[in-house]
């Protein structure tokens, strides 16, 4: 069996009931109900004061790693998190007030009453882990522990004894799914009336609703299959998947209306019919997710509400960093005056790769296809780059798999922009941009902002002409860039050959001249060269590992790399290379404990048993001895053996091919 596939209601096999956004409700009920409950809440805060609407929330970033010898973490800030809270922060936050004039929620809310200020955004450092306070801002109300051991626990039983929340989201990718799991359960042991959501890349990849919405596909890992087998307990109240943005606002507006008024807990058997009310009167709005509420009982069924709006456009969405202060301090970006690594903002335009690389999990989002930057694009986006500036960042830092989609026309009128915004006064700015940067130290900051991004090889020698990505090239580097970062993934052709990349193949000219000329167009214009090397992939050998490392590093030696990222392929649940080497049913993301152990522990998202079955734990070791000998500290990796040079900067993963922070759903 590869896929569960659960079919719509109608016999007692089924393990999910689909139903569509909007129906199967009361709607004069519904409407009664929310008149009644707001009539009582507002009499009662008139007549209590100390009584408050609001209910506390936590939100969880699952760690990938659990050991700190060795450890390597997601670099930056939890953007996956961020980025799917936009939304409901957003509204909840210029919702807050006085219930009489509230309108976007309709009695209790969750407590996203105030964004961070300028002074706390410039005087957080690099954790993750931030104490709550008496009056917490929406960024105090993050836990993202970077690894997950016995210190990373007790923070969080902690945290939870303090808070008791009301609702937590937890975010989590596959290799973090296990974590997410026990953060769930430790929920369930010191606050059991907490109602847990969980989302992320791993949702992402294993859940989706047929077209039609009649039917619920099911991999062997998702969450309800291990929890409904017995292989996990069930400790997850409610699964979002998919564009998750509006989806977390609508379902935590239905959370928050089915509360009880007394004591704030989340009446469960009530919020599915509290969603659909709320979509009956609002409708869906845009983007393609799944909500998918946990019956409680193991034996019981799911239900499932597709939500199949319009077309995302991600300029339409509030700026992660809106909530949450930037913490990401990249050391490939440096004050040239102390050295010093600059705080680095994170900035997508667009939410997934253009190509179809087997092994990467860009290769399986679920529902729906690229989404960028659409309405203004140019404008929306240097508008965002202002508007970081003034959240103090100095060094931004664009995730998209690839700048702009590769798109040379938009790289372009964003480099002029971005050119011209830097050159002019601070008075004579647009007044859309002048409203972000209030100060001449945010102005400053702007005209020595530095940046980077990631491109392909093919883009700039494949698909484009050498003149015309020079021409890109300087264009970028004159607007701030600093850093370029590209995928090699290999520099064996019998490895290239089976995957989405050198492409438009010509005789003469192998994969590994193109990543030289690549590597010497990027360098020509002074810019740092990060790269990706992935072993594994199909055709692996213990000589193209071999052929790899030493083509890599005759690059480092020659002057045209100045860090080179290893990976080893790490199987995600949905990739073509997952079915194609038979992993597809036996990846375990769910167990509590797991052998984790060196060598996996010096590579991001590396398992024992999720890793290229073409591996032996030998070859790791190989790998792992190999590119320290021959890359020296070219190498990019967080292995004590590294010392101080081993700052993790903005690039790659395991199964992500270049994108450097999984998803940016929850």
């Given at each position: 069996?590869?896929?569960?596939?659960?079919?719509?209601?109608?016999?007692?096999?089924?393990?999910?009931?689909?139903?569509?956004?909007?129906?199967?409700?009361?709607?004069?009920?519904?409407?009664?109900?929310?008149?009644?409950?707001?009539?009582?809440?507002?009499?009662?805060?008139?007549?209590?004061?100390?009584?408050?609407?609001?209910?506390?929330?936590?939100?969880?970033?699952?760690?990938?790693?659990?050991?700190?010898?060795?450890?390597?973490?997601?670099?930056?800030?939890?953007?996956?998190?961020?980025?799917?809270?936009?939304?409901?922060?957003?509204?909840?936050?210029?919702?807050?007030?006085?219930?009489?004039?509230?309108?976007?929620?309709?009695?209790?809310?969750?407590?996203?009453?105030?964004?961070?200020s300028k002074a706390y955004r410039a005087s957080v450092g690099h954790g993750g882990v931030r104490p709550y306070g008496a009056e917490p801002n929406t960024d105090q109300m993050v836990f993202d522990p970077r690894v997950w051991d016995e210190a990373a626990r007790d923070a969080w039983i902690r945290l939870l004894r303090e808070v008791r929340p009301r609702v937590v989201l937890i975010s989590a990718v596959s290799p973090a799914h296990r974590y997410a799991l026990e953060i769930a359960a430790l929920v369930r042991s010191e606050v059991p009336g907490a109602y847990v959501v969980l989302g992320g890349r791993h949702a992402d990849e294993t859940l989706a609703a047929a077209p039609g919405g009649s039917r619920l596909l099911v991999k062997p890992s998702a969450t309800p299959a291990v929890i409904q087998e017995g292989k996990a307990p069930p400790v997850i109240d409610a699964i979002v998947a998919g564009e998750a943005y509006h989806a977390v606002d609508v379902l935590m507006r239905a959370l928050a209306l089915a509360m009880d008024l007394e004591e704030r807990w989340v009446d469960r058997?009530?919020?599915?019919?509290?969603?659909?009310?709320?979509?009956?009167?609002?409708?869906?709005?845009?983007?393609?997710?799944?909500?998918?509420?946990?019956?409680g009982d193991p034996q019981e069924s799911f239900h499932a509400v597709p939500l199949n709006g319009p077309a995302l456009d991600l300029a339409s969405l509030p700026a992660p960093y809106e909530a949450f202060a930037i913490r990401s301090h990249f050391p490939i970006f440096r004050d040239p005056d102390?050295?010093?690594?600059?705080?680095?903002?994170?900035?997508?335009?667009?939410?997934?790769?253009?190509?179809?690389?087997?092994?990467?999990?860009?290769?399986?989002?679920?529902?729906?296809?690229?989404?960028?930057?659409?309405?203004?694009?140019?404008?929306?986006?240097?508008?965002?780059?202002?508007?970081?500036?003034?959240?103090?960042?100095?060094?931004?830092?664009?995730?998209?798999?690839?700048?702009?989609?590769?798109?040379?026309?938009?790289?372009?009128?964003?480099?002029?922009?971005?050119?011209?915004?830097?050159?002019?006064?601070?008075?004579?700015?647009?007044?859309?941009?002048?409203?972000?940067?209030?100060?001449?130290?945010?102005?400053?900051?702007?005209?020595?902002?530095?940046?980077?991004?990631?491109?392909?090889?093919?883009?700039?020698?494949?698909?484009?002409?050498?003149?015309?990505?020079?021409?890109?090239?300087?264009?970028?580097?004159d607007a701030g860039c600093s850093y370029v970062y590209i995928?090699?993934?290999?520099?064996?052709?019998?490895?290239?050959?089976?995957?989405?990349?050198?492409?438009?193949?010509?005789?003469?000219?192998?994969?590994?001249?193109?990543?030289?000329?690549?590597?010497?167009?990027?360098?020509?214009?002074?810019?740092?060269?990060?790269?990706s090397v992935l072993f594994g992939l199909e055709g692996e050998t213990r000589s193209s590992i071999d052929e790899t490392i030493h083509e890599v590093g005759r690059l480092i030696g020659d002057g045209l790399i100045d860090l080179a990222s290893p990976n080893i392929l790490t199987y995600h649940p949905a990739t073509p290379v997952t079915r194609r080497h038979g992993m597809h049913e036996r990846l375990d993301y769910h167990s509590p404990r797991i052998d984790n152990r060196k060598p996996y522990i010096y590579f991001e998202e590396a398992f024992p048993g999720v890793v290229s079955v073409l591996l032996t734990e030998d070859d790791i070791w190989h790998i792992h001895n190999q590119t320290r000998i021959h890359w020296g500290r070219a190498r990019n990796d967080t292995s004590v053996d590294k010392g101080p040079a081993s700052d993790k900067s903005p690039g790659g993963s395991a199964g992500d091919c270049t994108d450097s922070m999984e998803a940016v759903r929850v």
């Open positions: 069996m590869t896929t569960h596939v659960i079919e719509a209601a109608g016999s007692g096999s089924d393990r999910a009931v689909m139903h569509r956004a909007g129906d199967s409700v009361d709607v004069a009920s519904f409407l009664e109900r929310c008149r009644r409950r707001r009539a009582r809440l507002v009499d009662e805060l008139r007549t209590s004061p100390a009584r408050s609407r609001y209910f506390p929330v936590l939100a969880v970033l699952a760690p990938v790693m659990t050991q700190a010898e060795g450890e390597i973490t997601y670099p930056g800030d939890p953007m996956a998190l961020y980025a799917a809270l936009s939304v409901a922060v957003h509204q909840a936050v210029h919702d807050a007030g006085p219930l009489e004039e509230a309108t976007h929620y309709n009695d209790l809310a969750p407590e996203w009453t105030a964004f961070p058997a009530r919020v599915l019919s509290c969603l659909q009310g709320l979509l009956h009167q609002e409708g869906v709005k845009p983007g393609t997710s799944l909500v998918l509420l946990s019956p102390t050295g010093d690594a600059l705080r680095t903002a994170h900035f997508m335009v667009s939410n997934a790769c253009p190509y179809r690389c087997n092994f990467c999990s860009e290769s399986a989002q679920v529902g729906h296809g690229l989404r960028r930057f659409r309405d203004d694009a140019i404008g929306r986006a240097v508008e965002r780059i202002c508007e970081y500036v003034s959240y103090g960042a100095k060094a931004v830092f664009f995730d998209d798999s690839v700048f702009w989609s590769g798109r040379y026309k938009d790289i372009t009128e964003f480099c002029r922009e971005l050119s011209r915004i830097r050159a002019v006064d601070l008075a004579s700015l647009d007044p859309r941009l002048r409203r972000h940067l209030a100060d001449e130290d945010d102005a400053e900051r702007l005209r020595h902002l530095q940046w980077g991004a990631q491109l392909t090889v093919d883009t700039l020698v494949a698909l484009h002409s050498s003149s015309e990505s020079d021409q890109i090239l300087r264009q970028m580097r995928g090699i993934e290999s520099m064996s052709s019998q490895v290239m050959d089976g995957i989405h990349k050198n492409l438009r193949r010509e005789e003469g000219r192998p994969w590994a001249a193109k990543v030289r000329e690549a590597a010497t167009l990027v360098k020509k214009h002074g810019l740092q060269l990060g790269t």
